[in-house]
């Protein structure tokens, strides 16, 4: 048996593989959180993660976390909301989530900010930007993103904006994947620089199983990982 055959064994090898692409790029290892991604997955493949020591996944829909969470109630766990949301969903995603990566619009913020109100909670979000040009991508566009976060910083106190995430495009080419990934972090600069009242962008969440290496060379704080921890998903997973 290689290691690949167990869950154990992929976990030590992407760990070592987000070591060396920090040592190579020059940052410290330790820079780089590992998210990873149990969308599609059962709660046994669930529970092998917890015993190997992760406690917080990635998943895209809110009625998968909602079933998950309550199968695995009482464990720490903390759910972070990755895939689109439809506002319609924004209840259950300020019910369940502990954090929302996919915040793209306005009538989304708002919406969210409403039922956090309701539920007296605040959420950590990430403000999803559209780096590519595929249609089949979410996202906000790059030069909608300054306004979007003054909006939620005066209008939304429950939304707390901690940084970016982007998908970068499908690509063979490694350069225009790295591309998408450069034009998040150039975009966070920028707005670092705006210094608006409320709004931190310490985290870039930028990488998932076929290209996180090149993230954290372009300055990815965290990686989205699924089928390199997983294995390969049985059914599809629409984004
Ligand atoms: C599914 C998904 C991932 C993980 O993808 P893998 O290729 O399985 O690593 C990362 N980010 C988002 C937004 C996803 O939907």
Redesign the pocket.
């Known amino acids: 048996m290689t290691t690949e055959d167990t869950m154990a064994g992929r976990l030590a090898q992407i760990q070592q593989r987000i070591a060396d692409a920090c040592t190579r790029a020059g940052r410290p290892p330790g820079d780089v959180v590992l998210l990873p991604?149990s969308?599609t997955f059962d709660v046994d493949a669930i529970r092998e993660a917890m015993a190997l020591g992760l406690s917080r996944f990635?998943e895209?829909k809110t009625q998968e976390i909602r079933q998950k969470a309550a199968a695995l109630a009482g464990q720490g766990l903390q759910w972070v909301l990755?895939?689109h949301l439809q506002t319609n969903k924004a209840r259950d995603a300020a019910r369940d989530a502990t954090e929302v990566q996919s915040l793209d619009r306005p009538d989304l913020a708002e919406a969210l900010h409403r039922r956090l109100q309701n539920e007296g909670r605040t959420l950590d979000v990430l403000v999803q930007v559209k780096t590519s040009s595929e249609p089949s991508k979410f996202g906000m566009a790059a030069e909608h993103v300054p306004a979007f976060l003054r909006l939620i910083a005066t209008e939304y106190p429950t939304l707390h904006v901690k940084g970016l995430m982007t998908?970068a495009v499908n690509s063979p080419d490694p350069e225009q994947v790295r591309a998408c990934f450069r034009a998040l972090r150039e975009l966070r600069d920028r707005l670092r620089a705006e210094n608006i009242p409320g709004i931190t962008l310490d985290r870039l969440s930028m990488g998932?199983?076929?290209d996180f290496e090149l993230a954290i060379e372009e300055g990815s704080t965290e990686v989205?990982?699924?089928?390199?921890i997983f294995g390969a998903r049985t059914y599809p997973?629409p984004?």
């Open positions: 991604v969308k990635g895209n990755i895939g998908l998932m199983s076929g989205r990982i699924g089928t390199a997973d984004q």
